[in-house]
């Protein structure tokens, strides 16, 4: 075992999900699910995207930036999972650890900016529809698309240096599945108020404002769509911000409350089961969501599967 007193240790432990053997084989089976399920899941709809010529428009190319990202996000924390889950063996390097918290922070923040970019879409689409093509046109969503990397890598450019300059001398274990911040600020034995508050003006700045952002264009879309006299253009347009909503309402309820509640509300259960929500099953609900209420999508997929059962 590392030395407590020591300021730097080189490995952490984490903790885990569970102890007892019977869960852990329980706990390796669901997640190995949900990994196959996000990975199988998101590549089919970037497959889908890039052969339907229908689907080669501003709202499907954000879509299947969405994808990227969540093959990638998920890719960052379940492998170790499912193999922590198994292994006796949990350590993880202080670099692999700085690097894993990165790589999630990053991808964690340009998915917040990327639903709100999906919003921005919707709302010139639904409200602006005879400039649709003018505003969003391929400059505008090249544009669009990098300004999520842009935030995303810039935010944990700043918070993986900082989290990790702060010495961990209480313990090397981390009652955690992965290495994440606010665990790593229990173990600390300096005062992290400055990282807190760095970390809830950023989820401030990031989240809740990407949040307002898109409930502004929601309820301008809302008011647009009950404009509509076409009983079939409404049902179009609700079933496209619907699969949307269900998606934001998923992963920012469970990043408001990852990042911004009190330090005194902190629960190691809790904050695992929270984690799970949009680390794992965010990923993984993303493309079923979008494809189950799409027509385009679901025929897409129905003509391939059908010519690869006439081949």
């Known amino acids: 075992m590392e030395n407590l007193n020591q300021t730097s240790p080189r ?8 102890d007892v053997p019977y869960l852990q084989i329980i706990c390796f089976i669901v997640f190995l699910i ?3 399920t996000t990975l199988l899941g998101n590549v089919l709809l970037i497959i889908v995207v890039r052969v339907n010529t229908k689907l080669h428009t501003p709202m499907y190319f954000f879509l299947s930036i969405l994808s990227m990202i969540d093959i990638w996000f998920s890719s960052t924390t379940l492998p170790t999972i499912l193999k922590n889950t198994l292994s ?3 350590s993880i390097s202080r670099v692999g650890c700085a690097l894993q918290m990165y790589f999630h922070l990053s991808l964690g923040a340009a998915e917040c900016v990327l639903l709100a970019v999906m919003a921005y879409d919707r709302f010139v689409a639904i409200c602006r529809p005879l400039h649709y093509q003018t505003i969003i046109n391929k400059k505008m969503c090249i544009c669009l698309a990098s300004i999520p990397w842009g935030i995303g890598f810039g935010n ?10 702060l010495p961990f001398c209480k ?19 300096k005062d992290t108020r400055f990282n807190e508050i760095a970390m809830n003006v950023a ?5 809740l404002c990407a949040f307002f952002f898109i409930l502004i264009s929601y309820i301008n879309i809302i008011s647009s769509i009950f404009k509509i006299r076409s009983t079939q253009g409404r049902e179009k347009a609700f079933s496209t911000c619907a699969s949307h909503l269900t998606v934001v309402s998923l992963y920012y309820g469970a990043i408001i409350f990852m990042y911004l509640k009190p330090r005194s509300a ?3 259960e ?11 099953v965010t990923p993984m609900l993303n493309p079923i969501i979008y494809s189950m209420r799409n027509k385009d999508v679901k025929d897409t997929i129905r003509l391939k599967l059908l010519r690869h059962s006439n081949h």
Do not use: W
């Open 11 to 18: 490995r952490f432990m984490l903790l885990g999900l569970s």
């Open 34 to 36: 949900i990994y196959i």
């Open 88 to 90: 006796k063996d949990r």
């Open 156 to 165: 944990a450019t700043v918070h993986v240096p900082l989290t990790f300059q």
């Open 171 to 189: 313990t090397n274990h981390v009652n955690h599945f992965f290495c994440e911040m606010p665990p790593f600020f229990l173990i600390s034995c």
């Open 203 to 207: 989820a401030q700045i990031f989240v």
């Open 266 to 268: 902190y629960s190691p």
């Open 270 to 280: 809790i904050d695992k089961a929270v984690s799970i929500v949009y680390t794992a």
